[in-house]
């Protein structure tokens, strides 16, 4: 398994560099590799992360920073986000173990796959999480349910290690194809064409009710979990319906 | 299931403070609440080690301190000493999943447990880990296998949490009985009888050999999980075999 198939690790809006080195040293400890920073409050490098992540330093300095989780997933193609509290997201939800082995199982037909954690006091916001396929939910104790990132980010990376060693080498699948599952990118290269399309009709009707209805109708397209072929052809019919609309 | 069963976290010279914290942070995630301290390297409280517990603070200020890992332990039947490297003490070993599950088999039938966790950089010695009847290995990758104490703690606290909620309910044993395992207070008297009886006939010849001699003897008797009856039995023995010898 080539290091770049490892699930990503993405640490949103973090606050606490110590929370950034202590995630470092745990990923190092579980075989992960693959840091990813989105837009972190005190900026990167940032000098508070290095004791906490020992002999995980070399996380940290290859780790990379991006200015929007969109960039930041830009290459996966499925998006897990860890969460304390249930969402009316109408997302399915897995366990820590679960979804350690369905990461397992996308690695090994050459899917990439990227674990989201959100900053300490507010977790991901809907909007954040509308991206995610699968939402991952630690059980905690009801009288103080909220973990710590790193702490959490131990839960996942311990799962997905121990799961390594117990799963079954799956044979190798064909090189990629249409039908593979379409990367993040494709998703939102989709997402801003048909955005573009439904302020021009005025779909939206009013600024208020946007955001809620935008929300909702991406997360429909997310958890479709389209393939690259329907992308290109959902692709094709806003283009077709619009320039039929324009003309 | 009364508070008092749910396994203890021993934290044995431990160095830092912030481990002290973050540990008592995340049995508080995963419901345990039973935190002892031997020998902390800064003494306690400790100042350092309040931040890092955030909601867990309560955990802070009701747990106990103990000069020996003896005294930590006098009233627990079953130890588990978390390792992070292989050791060479015939103990058996079991896996962070199934250790979880061994103890909540124990809590149901009202022995308790404690899970030990040495300090930072050396981890527990060897003549702490005898005392111990089974190791827990977290499985971790070979280029950076040192577990942080707190997050490897995390891992214990949360496979126990997780099993928590599968175990089936056993049902309720009878009042413990003679044929009931051991406390460590017992054993330890035991070997505090055993030793002063072995010295008094000179058994071990050096002082140079009686270290791992003696080592090995309790490691055997440690192993062999004597009953309450078998350990008042054996103190017969010995009491008996020395009597006569001094006579």
């Known amino acids: 398994m080539s290091?770049?198939?490892k699930p990503a690790i993405i640490l949103v809006r973090t606050q606490m560099g110590e929370n950034i080195g202590a995630a470092a040293r745990a990923m190092s400890n579980f075989g992960l590799e693959d840091l990813r920073l989105v837009a972190p409050r005190d900026g990167w490098p940032?000098?508070?992360a290095f004791p906490s992540a020992a002999s995980g330093e070399y996380i940290l300095d290859?780790?990379?920073v991006f200015h929007t989780l969109e960039e930041a997933t830009a290459d996966l193609h499925h998006l897990y986000a860890t969460s304390a509290r249930p969402r009316d997201l109408h997302k399915r939800t897995l366990t820590p173990h679960d979804t350690a082995r369905?990461?397992?199982t996308h690695t090994a037909a050459h899917l990439r796959c990227g674990i989201l954690f959100g900053p300490e006091r507010t977790g991901l916001t809907n909007e954040e999480t509308v991206l995610a396929h699968t939402?991952?939910?630690i059980p905690t104790a009801a009288q103080n349910p909220s973990l710590n990132i790193a702490q959490a980010c131990v839960v996942l990376a311990y799962?997905?290690?121990a799961a390594q060693a117990i799963m079954p080498a799956l044979p190798p699948r064909k090189k990629r194809t249409q039908e593979a599952p379409a990367t993040q990118e494709e998703l939102h290269g989709f997402f801003d064409q048909l955005e573009k399309n439904l302020d021009r009709v005025d779909f939206f009707k009013t600024k208020a009710k946007k955001p809620v209805m935008w929300q909702n109708l991406r997360s429909y397209f997310v958890r479709s979990q389209p393939t690259t072929q329907d992308i290109q052809t959902l692709r094709g019919v806003i283009r077709e319906l619009s320039t039929r609309r324009t003309n």
Chains 1, 2 share one sequence.
């Open 46 to 48: 940032n000098p508070v």
């Open 135 to 137: 939402l991952v939910h």
């Open 3 to 5: 290091a770049t198939h």
């Open 62 to 64: 290859q780790l990379r």
């Open 159 to 161: 799962e997905w290690f």
């Open 102 to 104: 369905e990461i397992h």
